[in-house]
């Protein structure tokens, strides 16, 4: 496929684009992971927390799409934070998946007040070194924690994966990624959709006309983010992949670039999650 990729810091590449599943149902999500195959995704993201790596394990086996053209990501949660509960949780995952590897295994919330991120790193480390997460990352961490994690074992992670949208553009974590040749990567691309009715985005999405939804997806691609957009509607997930045949220009980007907020955020703040 020509589809966009962006090179990971340890040689291996991940598609720009993936579809997320989080809240898609145990009932709905084998029918998603394999529509969004066949449409041409090559990139799945889940996490233990969500209930429904076993579903996604056979949306990819029924899309009759090879296991190594897919980029597949799953994440380690809370409750599994600590070295040996770590190593276990991943088995765990693995044989929920039914697959022998992830592309991606990330380290869900930092839990700073638990304090054990830094001997989970080392356990994704290990992980790292076995081959069967094939790379490491984390996800919703601030510059103080990556430069912990960092300064403790020089292992930078591959990505981290954070609250990312027109309306939260994370400038300054951006900048701190791209100084240590970490990735970016958006959770909650489209704002969970709240994002869709914005009238500044209507005003790009009719000028090429595209949809809301698309204009925001190329907005992620066109700053070099890898997005991950959630839909288990069967024309969205098209719709949301059908983006590579058009840019945004200096004053699109400069019109979305000025929708960014301090009180943007959406989502949890990692520094008081769960
Ligand atoms: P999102 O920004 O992807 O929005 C999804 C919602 O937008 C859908 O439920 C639907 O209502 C709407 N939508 C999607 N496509 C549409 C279209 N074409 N037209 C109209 N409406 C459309 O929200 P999200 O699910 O929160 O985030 C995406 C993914 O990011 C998740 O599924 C998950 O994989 C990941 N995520 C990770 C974390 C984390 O802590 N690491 C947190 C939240 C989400």
Redesign the pocket.
Known sequence: TDQPTVLLNDGHTIPQLGL????AGQDVAVAAVRKALEVGYRHV??AAVYGNEREVGEGMRASGVARGDIFLTT?LWNDAQGHDNALRAFDASLERLGVDYVDLYLI??PMPRLGTYVETWKALIELKNSGRARSIGV??FNAEHLERIIGETGVVPALN?V?L?PHFQQRALRAFHAEHAIATQS???????RL?ADPAIAVVARKHGR?P?QTIIRWHLDNGLIA????VTPA?IE??FAVFDFTLDAEDIAAIGALDSAQGRI?SDPLTAH
């Open positions: 997320g599943v989080w809240q993201d889940t994440k869900h919330w996800s919703n994966q609250e949208h959770w909650s691309p489209l704002g969970q959709g869709l949809t939804a991950i957009p959630k839909s969205r719709e949301n989502g």
